[in-house]
């Protein structure tokens, strides 16, 4: 089961767009009033769905718990990743005034860590030296280290390499004085 089936049966009216391979994200705004998609990097409405304000927040609720969380009034923004690096973010009431939110940006392609390396997104020697430290630690130390971005397109690729995928360490979580270390 992809990462993907696990949170399909609570967005069928939008399921052809996050299973497109040409959309890299979908966002659900206003309560389901307004839906965009990401493609080829640019922005998009898509004027013609429209979801009903009761069954998105059952979605994301249900979503939350899929990824062994909670959303609620409470509790009300959701920062999830699935098991192949997607992230999932959702806000309900009180912080989402104009009603639920949700934002699913998928992965569409994986990188391996020779891709990371031809395109100039990481040196042969610091990939040697972070996989020369062990792959968690290394993983943590590259996500205190890059961008954003850099941190998306490298997920997926050392994702393909750890042991484990409950063994995910992200920047929040660095050990103090980790990035101190040299190689």
Same mark, same amino acid.
């Given at each position: 089961?992809?990462?993907?089936?696990?949170?399909?049966?609570?967005?069928?009216?939008? #399921?052809?767009? $996050? /299973?497109?391979? !040409?959309? =890299? #994200?979908?966002?659900?705004?206003?309560?389901?009033?307004?839906?965009?998609?990401?493609?080829?990097?640019?922005?998009?409405? *898509?004027? /013609?769905?429209?979801? #009903? +304000?009761?069954?998105?927040? *059952?979605?994301?609720? @249900?979503?939350?718990?899929?990824?062994?969380?909670?959303?609620?009034?409470? !509790?009300p923004l959701l920062?999830?990743?699935?098991?192949?690096?997607?992230?999932?973010?959702?806000?309900?009431?009180?912080?989402?005034?104009?009603?639920?939110? $949700?934002?699913?940006?998928?992965? +569409?392609?994986?990188?391996?860590?020779?891709?990371?390396?031809?395109? %100039?997104?990481? +040196?042969? #020697?610091?990939?040697?030296?972070?996989? %020369?430290?062990? $792959? @968690?630690?290394?993983?943590?130390?590259? @996500?205190? $280290?890059?961008?954003?971005?850099?941190?998306?397109?490298?997920?997926?690729?050392?994702?393909?390499?750890?042991?484990?995928?409950?063994? =995910? +360490?992200?920047?929040?979580?660095?050990?103090p004085g980790l990035?101190k270390r040299r190689?």
């Open positions: 089961m992809s990462s993907l089936d696990r949170i399909l049966p609570f967005l069928r009216p939008i #399921e052809d767009l $996050l /299973t497109d391979p !040409q959309i =890299t #994200e979908v966002m659900v705004n206003d309560g389901g009033r307004h839906v965009f998609v990401e493609r080829d990097g640019v922005v998009e409405p *898509v004027a /013609t769905r429209v979801l #009903e +304000t009761r069954n998105l927040t *059952v979605a994301i609720k @249900n979503i939350a718990r899929a990824c062994g969380d909670e959303i609620s009034d409470v !509790q920062d999830a990743r699935l098991e192949d690096g997607s992230r999932v973010a959702a806000m309900v009431p009180p912080c989402a005034v104009a009603g639920p939110i $949700l934002t699913i940006r998928k992965f +569409t392609r994986r990188y391996s860590l020779k891709d990371l390396v031809a395109v %100039g997104t990481v +040196t042969p #020697e610091l990939l040697s030296c972070f996989l %020369g430290i062990g $792959l @968690n630690r290394s993983r943590a130390a590259l @996500n205190a $280290l890059v961008d954003v971005s850099f941190a998306k397109r490298s997920a997926g690729a050392y994702a393909l390499h750890r042991p484990s995928p409950r063994s =995910t +360490t992200s920047s929040s979580r660095v050990a990035g190689c």
